[in-house]
Nanobody, 115 residues
Framework: QVQLVESGGGLVQPGGSLRLSCTAS????????MTWYRQVPGKQRERVAL???????NYVDSVKGRFTISRDNAKNTVSLQMNSLKPEDTAVYYC?????????WGQGTQVTVSS
């Protein structure tokens, strides 16, 4: 059974930075494209950034140039470097694989951007 554990969230002022990490235990992690999602209460989960098994990346327009997704297959970890944060980036952030049924969702990590 795959377990996803997200970490690195917190409270940051507008313009600040955070680095999120997600570790996937018990998986053939390197085989899968991975995505960071975010969710605000009352809204659907939004795909923020994707990284393929080969390292190609894709971002939603609202975070292009500010967020960078990366992966370390040796550590079964996908990361999200978030710079120039805005209040509208406030959400709970989750990771999961792209293809097939989602793995069981982790608890997510809360990011709050506020002065």
């Amino acid at each position: 059974q795959v377990q996803l554990v997200e970490s690195g969230g917190g409270l940051v002022q507008p313009g600040g930075s955070l680095r999120l990490s997600c570790t996937a235990s018990g998986s053939n992690f390197r085989m899968y494209a991975m995505t960071w999602y975010r969710q605000v209460p009352g809204k659907q989960r939004e795909r923020v950034a994707l990284i393929s098994s080969g390292g190609s990346t894709n971002y939603v327009d609202s975070v292009k140039g500010r967020f960078t997704i990366s992966r370390d297959n040796a550590k079964n970890t996908v990361s999200l470097q978030m710079n120039s944060l805005k209040p509208e980036d406030t959400a709970v952030y989750y990771c999961n694989r792209v293809a097939g049924l989602p793995w069981p969702w982790g608890q997510g990590t809360q990011v709050t951007v506020s002065s």
